[in-house]
């Protein structure tokens, strides 16, 4: 599916965000994310002064390693690109993540130990999405496993964490329907109130 065609108009900025997701030899896994900014036209930057259209203005990377939990291992995180030099000083907080879990309660963790002066906007950004990528990444790979195996998937006295969490997925709705009939009609405790 595309977009309706634009009218005409000239392009400024484009970002770019990619997240990979590994399983490692030792058993964790390594959960990666990057961001660039680039702009099309000369841009002026206090600290870099002007520079090139296309020139990244942010080039960021984390690597999170993760267990079976989620729960972050060793964390890595550089700046090639920046607008300022100081930039770079908020790669240094982001160790306080060891330890900490992806999952429920995520964004209030990630605003505890790097909102902010305490760290950077972008390395926050990319640690909240990676925790999506996180699950994208491990719980699917298990699940992958255990069709392979030509075991059972997904538990029968509890839903998988995606439902009810997006339109979709909602427990009253066509899709938990068919696929998870088991769930339909499903009430959380947090949704009784």
Known sequence: MSLPAPVERTPLHTRRITFRGYHRHDGLWDIEAELTDAKAYPFTSPGLGTLPPETLIHNMAIRATLDETLTIREIAATMNGKPQTECAL?????????????????????????GGIKGCTHL????????????????THHELLRRQAGEPVGEVDRPPYHL??????DFNGPLVQKHFPQFHGWQPLNRMK
Request: with cysteine.
């Open 90 to 114: 908020a790669t240094h907080p982001m160790q306080q993540l060891v330890g900490c879990t992806m999952g429920p309660g995520w964004r209030a963790t990630l605003e505890k130990h790097l």
């Open 124 to 139: 926050r950004e990319l640690m909240f999405n990676m925790a999506t990528a996180a699950f994208q990444t491990i719980p």
């Open 164 to 169: 009810g969490k997006c339109m979709s997925w």
